[in-house]
């Protein structure tokens, strides 16, 4: 992903990337016997032009996309004002506006919903990046990008077909891999990870921005 952006772009990446340690408790997920960190946050963005910073709002599924937590409003920490001003946030947004819409012409607003997590796994005790399983989010486009994975094994991504089967697979080794989503067409999901050596800490750290069309 690097290549994609203008020389300069990422210039505060290492702080950026550092946030992820600040990351507040999901207390929602946590209520299931799973540990995942999370703050959250929304965007509101014109098909060309600046990206609106909304005010703090919870984020909502129906349980038709995520069965294990739908059909709440689930209220996360919000980003921290210098992670949603900063020029690596907003440089990938005005990437993942401007690549998903050449796909959809027709689209005048966007509703951008992003979401930073790491998601820590323990000796006996796996993390499990999408304890929803096999999934849709239940909005337009999906970018799934890498900030750091530490002391992890798999971590796998999959792309699944309507009826499930499966179409594809890949990992995301390195800082700035990407998957980005159809969410119209496919399913996705994530093998659980693993510390290779439990007595370290071991975490996926990922950055997940969401598009869906407002109107």
């Known amino acids: 992903m690097r290549s994609l952006f203008a020389p300069g772009a990422l210039g505060d990446w290492p ?3 550092a946030s992820w340690d600040t ?3 999901d207390t929602y997920l946590a209520q299931t016997g799973r540990h995942r960190r999370r703050r959250h946050g ?7 032009g600046p990206i609106r910073h909304e005010p703090h709002q919870p984020h909502y599924q129906s349980l038709d996309y995520n069965p294990l937590q739908g059909d709440i409003e689930r209220w996360f920490e919000p980003l921290t004002p210098d992670v949603a001003a900063s020029v690596s946030l907003r440089t990938i947004l005005a990437f993942t506006r401007d690549f998903f819409g050449e796909l959809a012409p027709g689209v005048d607003q966007w509703r ?6 790491r998601i820590e796994a323990r000796a006996g005790q796996p993390g499990e990046p999408t ?5 849709r989010d239940g909005v337009d486009y999906v970018l799934v990008l890498l900030i750091d994975r530490q002391n992890i094994a798999s971590g796998t991504t ?3 077909a309507a009826d499930g089967s ?4 890949f990992t995301l080794a390195a800082p700035l891999d990407a998957a980005l989503v159809d969410d119209n067409r496919v399913f996705h999901g994530v ?5 290779l050596d439990p007595t370290r800490p071991a975490y996926r750290d990922v950055l997940v921005v969401t598009l869906r069309a407002v109107g």
């Open 158 to 160: 999959t792309i699944h």
């Open 191 to 195: 093998t659980a990870v693993t510390p």
């Open 23 to 25: 990351l507040a408790p």
């Open 166 to 169: 499966l179409l594809g697979s």
């Open 42 to 48: 929304v965007f509101a963005a014109a098909a060309s």
């Open 15 to 17: 702080a950026f990337a």
């Open 112 to 117: 951008i919903e992003v979401h930073q997590f």
């Open 131 to 135: 304890p929803e399983g096999i999934h």
